[in-house]
């Protein structure tokens, strides 16, 4: 994978946290590109920025880009903000490379009246198939009590779980059952 197609797929991790501030900096527009890119292929994407009758905001992005050797990668991303103060950003980029092979990675981010969460994690797949991936999740209440949960899963150990609750005081208690 050549050294622009890297730059492209760091740099759209990092715009993908300042969506936040980006919902201003937008009027309502809904629009798409497409054009060559310097490393032999296409970027193409979509922009959408919209603000609700009664204040909400919503802006998302998708960018697609390859390259000319058989490489290419897509970047997702989005932002709310509701009129009561609510508001939330998910990213993430899924890179294919020329030899077959895959790897996403994204996360997400919501905080409002009664807690906030916290996600992020990825998974790929190697040029031969092997699927491996993990996941970890942070909740916090409002009140003060909170969940951190991870799942994993590789071709040797499978699927693994581990989920942790805690008070309001920072005790860890059962988590509740579904």
Known sequence: MNKSFRMLTACAILGLTSSLVALDAFADLAERFSRENPAGGTTAGKIRNETGPEGGKFLQRRTIRTDGEGNAAAVTGGAFRTPEG????RGGVTVRKDDGSIEHKSGAA??????TLKSSGGVSVDAEGNV???????????KGGS?????????DS???RSQTCFDAGGNEVPCPSR
Do not use: N
């Open 86 to 89: 609510a508001a939330g950003t």
């Open 110 to 115: 919501v905080t409002g009246e009664r807690g």
């Open 132 to 142: 491996s991936g993990s996941r970890s999740t942070d909740i916090e209440g409002a």
């Open 147 to 155: 969940f951190e949960g991870s799942t994993s899963y590789d071709k």
């Open 158 to 160: 499978g699927l693994t």
